[in-house]
């Protein structure tokens, strides 16, 4: 949320990718304008992109289920951007939900490689910030999330159409 208040007044109105969910309606709470794409699959149909008129695009663990995050962020009309990715972790492998084909990552990005994607499709970053999710699990793993950044979250601004 410190990315929003810090970045994004609550006259300027969001698109929010993916379905309604529990931070949308924190936004929301907070006075944000806010609308939800409808869970369509954005690598086959971005027409909400290209529909909207919102100042501000955010996009909360959405961009690593896609196969072209690059097509995506290249037809986003909003001057403004704020995501958040899961990290690649070097001590475990990619999400993979067995029961829901959906719910997999097909990129865990490491830092630099949404910065250069960010780059190349035109926006700047403004700031970041990475954060850890450490779990009260013991082993070996569960003791490296308490040090190992797990998200990465940009504000970015266009830089070219």
């Known amino acids: 949320m410190w990315?929003?208040?810090k970045h994004i007044k609550t006259s300027e109105s969001i698109l929010d990718l993916g379905v309604k969910n529990p931070f949308s309606e924190i936004l929301i709470s907070e006075g944000f304008s806010?609308?939800?794409?409808?869970g369509e699959d954005l690598d086959?149909?971005?027409s909400a992109l290209g529909n909207s008129s919102a100042d501000v695009v955010t996009a909360f663990e959405i961009f690593e289920h896609l196969l072209s995050p690059f097509t995506v962020l290249k037809r986003i009309k909003a001057n403004k951007l704020v995501i958040s990715v899961?990290?690649?972790l070097w001590f475990s492998s990619a999400y993979r939900s067995k029961t829901d084909m959906w719910d997999r990552h097909y990129h865990e990005f490491e830092d630099w490689q949404l910065d250069w994607l960010l780059e190349?499709?035109?926006w700047k970053i403004i700031d970041r910030q990475k954060w850890t999710n450490p779990t009260k699990k013991l082993g070996i793993r569960p003791i490296l999330r308490w040090f190992t950044p797990r998200y990465y979250i940009v504000y970015a601004e266009r830089i070219s159409k």
């Open 3 to 5: 990315v929003i208040k």
């Open 34 to 38: 806010v609308e939800n794409t409808t």
């Open 44 to 46: 086959e149909d971005r």
């Open 86 to 88: 899961p990290l690649r």
């Open 120 to 122: 190349k499709t035109g």
